[in-house]
């Protein structure tokens, strides 16, 4: 993987993929990474598409990236739109994200977008409790952080403002949700994050045309790590629907 450096109206998004992936013709697989993803994050994932397809990694920004002018998940998504435009001109895109990276994936409009996979897209931020009081921690310690923290979770010194993100499915392209097994509620000691989906969220999306949900047996929020199988079976199948619905 060698990284590269995609401009948008809202400042620079570096890319990570193989030599040769932004130069082809090949449809594109980009992965969204989540919030404070490590470097290496999602790339695994990223590897299992094949030799049909090219697979390009994105952080969000000003997670160890540039931040963008605005922060938002709408302006972030506006910015991927656009570099889905810019960079993969005449390519059928698949647009694969996790946790906060599925939100940004979600709300990307570009007619190359032809599916999207979103890993655990937490749509009611105020639920989030397995997060509560480290965002309230990194808030406090890390001042960098505070926009995106309080833009997007919802999060500031003094409360916990409504953020919800049932609205990005409005014009979505066709939609494939993966969700742990493991329930967010009730609030108990765990040893790692259960789904962030709760289940009013599973009926909503269940019950939404155009999205089809998976879940993953065993698994709780990061399910590209405990259940990596699973995922690679959902994402395998949504690239074969997004070139079966590409094709004239």
Do not use: C
Request: hydrophobic letters at 50%.
């Amino acid at each position: 993987m060698q990284t590269t450096v995609a401009q948008t109206s809202l400042g620079p998004i570096p890319l990570w993929a193989p030599a040769d992936a932004l130069a082809s013709a090949k449809p594109v697989v980009l992965v969204i990474t989540g919030a404070w993803a490590e470097p290496d994050d999602m790339i695994k994932t990223a590897a299992v598409v094949g030799p049909d397809w090219d697979a390009v990694v994105m952080r969000l920004p000003g997670n160890g990236t540039p931040a963008l002018a605005e922060t938002s998940i709408a302006a972030w998504a506006r910015a991927v739109g656009e570099l889905v435009e810019a960079t993969f001109a005449g390519r059928p895109v698949v647009l694969v994200g996790l946790s906060v990276g599925a939100l940004v994936a979600l709300g990307v409009r570009s007619p190359l977008v032809r599916r999207v996979l979103a890993i655990e897209p937490p749509l009611v931020m105020e639920k989030l409790w397995p997060m509560a009081r480290a965002l309230r921690m990194r808030w406090r310690d890390d001042p960098a952080a505070r926009p995106f923290i309080e833009a997007v979770f919802g999060v500031t010194e003094a409360a916990i403002e409504p953020r919800t993100y049932f609205d990005l499915f409005e014009g979505a392209p066709p939609v494939e949700v993966m969700f742990g097994e493991v329930a967010l509620y009730p609030q108990r000691p765990l040893e790692r994050f259960p789904s962030f989906v709760d289940e009013a969220e599973r009926g909503w999306l269940a019950a939404r045309p155009g999205v089809a949900v998976h879940v993953a047996p065993g698994a709780g929020h990061n399910i590209h790590v405990f259940a990596p199988g699973v995922l690679r079976e959902v994402l395998l199948s949504a690239l074969d629907k997004a070139i079966s619905t590409a094709e004239p």
